[in-house]
């Protein structure tokens, strides 16, 4: 692996983290209820991706417009990386540390999202009450299910960078 893929993974990995982190910051001092909306939620997933992409595009520009397939996954994975691991710490000081109160009020706005879905697929009154029981306990900001959830998120973004890599990657000319 060349200097310039670990620069461009680097660099683009702060700069996502630091829009993440940003994003964090004003969802919770704008509105609580931004935390839960399924739109941002793409647009962060857009963002992601996004800058993953070009810290691969700037890595092959890099190396003279070749990079492999372990070049070009290696810009990518280390960008997503940082960048998820830096979103997740600060949901995990904001809420954990910080305001632990909107952390039980984003718990309950989680709940009531997962009813009001389940509804739209079931009408189902006892099995409602039962989930909702059962959701009651549920700490979707706690340490444990956002180290969780950042795990599925590697893994999940990962599978989207090999995808990419498949894509960018190219082979030097060769000299005849």
Not at 27 to 54: P, Q
Not at 85 to 96: K, W
Request: glycine share 6%; net charge neutral; proline share 1%.
């Amino acid at each position: 692996m060349t200097d310039a893929v670990k620069k461009n993974g680097i660099n683009f990995g702060v700069t996502l983290a630091v829009i993440l982190v940003l994003l964090n910051i004003v969802m919770y001092l704008v509105d609580l209820e931004l935390f839960v909306n399924s739109a941002l939620g793409f647009v962060r997933m857009f963002i992601i991706i996004t800058l993953a992409i070009l810290a691969v595009v700037q890595a092959k520009k890099a190396l003279g417009g070749f990079i492999n397939f372990k070049e070009a996954f290696t810009a990518f994975f280390i960008t997503i990386l940082i960048g998820l691991v830096a979103y997740t710490l600060s949901i995990i000081i904001l809420f954990n540390v910080i305001d632990p109160q909107a952390k039980a009020t984003l718990n309950e706005m989680y709940l009531r999202l997962a009813l009001e879905t389940m509804q739209n697929f079931t009408d189902d009154t006892k099995m409602l009450r039962e989930v909702a029981e059962q959701q009651k306990g549920t700490d979707n900001l706690g340490i444990g299910t956002q180290l969780l959830g950042l795990a599925i998120s590697i893994v999940g973004y990962s599978v989207v960078g090999l995808i990419v890599a498949a894509i960018l990657k190219s082979k030097a000319k060769t000299e005849y």
